[in-house]
């Protein structure tokens, strides 16, 4: 379905090229990388600062590369989507590329090696650099670049758990197992918008533990991350909206506790009793509906408020929460129709009925498909770029810090007109293809250096 308040176009124009000449499609080259350079500019010194405070572990006589320029090698190996630590190598380490990189960024005075990065990222934690990516949204948030996400006065994040890639060897002792694989499982959380954008900010890895008896699960590694997400969000309002995995005492206990809104999925076979109640209410209250029109589909939606969830933890302790279940039948063509349910913090009301369930909780799926962007369309999300556990989750990290610098990249104004026409891969290989041809005039980009960096966003 086309969400109706999508910023990318539902469709591309299927039409030849349209530059006549060499010059204009110089021109138009120039100008798109430009535009890419000046989204590097307003968010690498940032992340040049905080990659210069980790601590570097090699020893200092035997240093020929800085920490931040191996970096910034990492960081556009997933900027321009290379398949490879050695595609990376044959690529990245051109004369032309160093010379138009030393062009906008002097500090970069040399071409690593990929292995020499690998081999760093086995000693580094792979927490520190995670941190980067989270404080460098938070930094965004802060300027108000990322206010158009807001729904009812709160960022929405989306919480979901997907697997990284699997192998028949045991690579690592922190993998799960399953049958004959070992596999890695990452629970990710991210901002998403009714635009449909999707802002990576934290990962958090299921990992064993030795002398354990049971493998590390998604539930698990849930509440590490709220832990995690509540010390880099602090007060900030947030609304988290999960998948059916998660409607139990436990989770929603956890949002209580620091503060956030939820709207959880809610199976038919998931709390027996708390469906018997709002089932209850509905009838008793039939007027608690409302039908809206969204987009090519028609919802009408039906709610009950104040249910009582009685629930025991582990301890055998009785605890209660009181929640609000709304359920949308969804209807369009001729006779397609589908059902959603999900259990919420808040009352539900005619009035904000539209905001919490078709502009917060339905972009749940953004992160899946934010998944799958990421798995096939240019950032190998599956290829774990080392067999190290430590470097391993390093490069997942990077990955989403390029993966966010393109994502700030195809949302700038002044670069809005070609993503509508190209679309994203178009593109960012229109990118690609202008940074390492020889297209670009290094005279116009170094005076970008003397011009302040504005981060101008179509959101």
Known sequence: ?????????????????????????????????????NVWRAILPGLLDKFSRLKDPRRPGSIRHKLTVLMVYALLLFIFQYTSRREANRELST????????????????????DTLARLLEEIPAEQIENILGTTVRKLLRRKKLQALLVEKRYVVAIDGTQKFTRTHLFAPETLHRKDKNYVYVLEA???????IVIPLLAEFCENIPNQDKQDCELKAFYRLAIRLKELMCKLPLLIVVDGLYPKGPVMRACRQNNWDFMIVLPSACLKSVWDDALGIHQLEPDQTRTYKWGDRTQSFWWANDITYDWRDTENKHHHLVLHVVVCNETWGKNESTTWAWVSSTPLTKKNIIDRC???????????????????????YEHPFSYNWNALKGWHALMRLGHLINILT?????????????????????LWQTFTGRWLDLSRLNMLRNKPAQLRLMI
């Open 358 to 380: 078709s502009r917060a909780a339905r972009h749940r799926w953004g992160i899946e498909e934010f998944f799958l962007t990421e798995k096939r369309r240019g950032y190998n």
């Open 410 to 430: 195809l949302h700038s104004v002044a670069l809005w007109d070609t993503v509508q026409t190209l679309g994203i891969r178009g593109t960012l290989r229109f």
């Open 190 to 196: 991210a901002l998403v918008g009714p635009q449909g």
């Open 1 to 37: 379905m086309r969400n109706p308040e999508a910023l990318n176009a539902s469709t591309l124009p299927n039409r030849r090229s349209s530059f006549k000449k060499v010059e204009e499609e110089q021109d138009a080259r120039q100008s798109s990388a430009e535009v890419q350079i």
């Open 95 to 114: 004369p032309a590329i160093l010379e138009t990189l030393r062009t906008v960024f002097p500090e970069i005075d040399s071409t690593p090696h990929m």
